[in-house]
Nanobody, 119 residues
Framework: QVQLVESGGGLVQAGDSLRLSCAAS????????LAWFRQAPGKEREFVSG????????YYADFVKGRFTISKDNAKNTVYLQMNNLKPADTAVYYC????????????WGQGTQVTVSS
């Protein structure tokens, strides 16, 4: 079992930056990949970015390419999402979740962290 705790959200202005953290605990050796998702009010949850637990590959949704960077601190079992040049459209609750094998559904969802970008 894996537990995930997100942090780092907040209220910022358009063009500002934030760094989200997702700290993993428990059976972290069983993780295959970790991803960030977000859900805005009235919208479905959508994939933002992901990273293989080995760190070998990273993935981004088109709408964040060039603005967001995902990275991992192996010693802390923590994955970061550096978000630059934030836009009001990035306003959402951001969640992290894990896969335990390729092509499996993501699970072990964290509680989420709110990101609000004002214009």
């Amino acid at each position: 079992q894996v537990q995930l705790v997100e942090s780092g959200g907040g209220l910022v202005q358009a063009g500002d930056s934030l760094r989200l953290s997702c700290a993993a605990s428990g059976c972290t050796a069983s993780i295959y990949a970790l991803a960030w998702f977000r859900q805005a009010p009235g919208k479905e949850r959508e994939f933002v970015s992901g990273i293989l637990w080995s760190g070998a590959n990273t993935y981004y949704a088109d709408f964040v390419k060039g603005r967001f960077t995902i990275s991992k601190d192996n010693a802390k079992n923590t994955v970061y999402l550096q978000m630059n040049n934030l836009k009001p459209a990035d306003t959402a609750v951001y969640y992290c979740a894990v896969q335990f094998a390729a092509n499996q559904n993501f699970g072990s969802w964290g509680q989420g962290t709110q990101v609000t970008v004002s214009s």
